[in-house]
């Protein structure tokens, strides 16, 4: 266990839904990320909020809309997804800090999203 | 634009033998680190090793090292003393600082099987 939790591991749903998946740390960290990783692809960074504030936003659709309410907690609202949406999305916090290298990120075990 | 290139799709090794796996980047930044990631079959992705690219010193983690080559910009993990739990995706990745704070950009990854 890397203090990353996501729920729930595995989505079915259809492109006219609308579902969230769920992403919590329990490491005091500050910074926390959204990635899509599909199959032989690199992994692509979504979403990241440093301090609450959303300070990235990868040129992804707009039916994916994050939110995080406070530093422990971040969502990601779906809406009228594609088909090519379907993938692994996977949360990550770090403690970022001020003139310091980029500590390590902690992953959680993703969401398996399947888009019917 | 910066990239990581990991040119191994897939690589095998016996148990207790040693394999290495390639990275390549680019990278315009000054001061980099650069980290190889393992993401086994339960999904969850951990680091494995960090390299601070000032250092000339390669790092080593137990019985997984790298070989940090700056001017060629090669960063190849080496698994000594294999095991069957070594079993995973590994991805190569290097950070980017921008906009006040870091983000990791990843290779595609080398999924590695070690047989008994």
């Known amino acids: 266990e890397t203090g990353v939790t996501q729920t729930p591991r595995h989505l079915v749903m259809g492109m006219t839904n609308k579902k969230s998946l769920k992403c919590e740390q329990h490491?005091?960290?500050?910074?926390m990320y959204w990635y899509k990783q599909s199959a032989k692809k690199p992994l692509e960074l979504m979403f990241v909020y440093s301090l609450e504030e959303r300070v990235e936003n990868n040129s992804v659709p707009s039916r994916f809309s994050p939110e995080c309410p406070n530093s422990s907690h971040l969502f990601l609202h779906l809406h009228t997804l594609q088909p090519e949406d379907s993938a692994l999305y996977l949360c990550?916090?770090?403690?970022?800090?001020?003139?310091?290298?980029?500590?390590?990120?902690?992953f959680g075990p993703g969401t398996r999203l399947t888009v019917t | 634009a910066q990239t990581v290139t990991q040119s191994q799709p897939e690589m095998s090794v016996q148990e207790a033998e040693t394999v290495t796996l390639s990275c390549t980047y680019d990278t315009s930044e000054n001061n980099y680190y650069l980290f190889w990631y393992k993401q086994p079959p339960s999904r969850q992705m951990i680091l494995v090793i960090r390299?601070?690219?000032?250092?000339?010193q390669n790092a080593t983690e137990n019985r997984f090292s790298v070989n940090f080559q700056k001017a060629a910009k090669s960063f190849s993990l080496k698994i000594s003393d294999s095991q069957l739990g070594d079993t995973a995706m590994y991805f190569c990745a290097s950070n980017m600082f921008s906009g006040g704070y870091n983000k990791l950009i990843f290779g595609a990854g080398t999924r590695l099987a070690v047989h008994p």
């Open positions: 490491l005091g960290h500050n910074a």
């Open positions: 990550a916090s770090s403690q970022e800090g001020p003139g310091g290298g980029p500590d390590e990120q902690y």
């Open positions: 390299q601070e690219a000032y250092k000339q």
